[in-house]
């Protein structure tokens, strides 16, 4: 009997957890893009509309249990003008950060994000860069 009580709250622990993850693999659940982040790295006001001098930032949430490489493919015209990539281990829901900017500013025209977890496509964002102010 004490041992079943000394137990007790490791099975409560280890249930909550799984719980928690819900059993899940690490997996994409939201693509942000926008102009700034807020301090848990979420974006701050989304939005598909930058302007050439505008830092376009790109949050990541993922949801379950696990570790990988997430990147983020920018193409501007069709083609691929930068793919950084980030090693994430999450036990819980976590959001990472990717930021695209250019010092001489973004040529007006049509943009995409294509967010890719280990390799594979988890979504795409499709974005506009305007013309200056």
């Given amino acids: 009997m004490r041992r079943l009580i000394t137990l007790l709250p490791i099975v409560v622990v280890v249930t909550a ?14 693509i942000q893009l926008g102009r700034s982040v807020n301090a848990d790295h979420t974006v701050s006001s989304p939005t598909t509309t930058f302007m050439p001098d505008d830092s376009i930032y790109l949050s990541v949430l993922t949801g379950g249990v696990g570790s990988g490489t997430l990147s983020v493919r ?13 090693d994430v281990s999450f036990r819980i829901e976590g959001v ?21 977890l280990n390799g594979q496509s988890a979504g795409t964002r499709e974005f506009t860069v305007g013309k200056q102010r």
């Fill in 96 to 116: 990472t950060e990717f930021r695209l900017q250019s010092p001489g500013g973004f040529p007006p025209g049509n943009y995409s994000a294509e967010v890719l």
């Fill in 17 to 30: 957890f799984a719980a928690c993850s819900g059993g899940q693999p690490l997996h994409v659940s939201s």
């Fill in 74 to 86: 920018w193409k501007y015209d069709g083609r691929v003008i930068d793919e950084p990539k980030k």
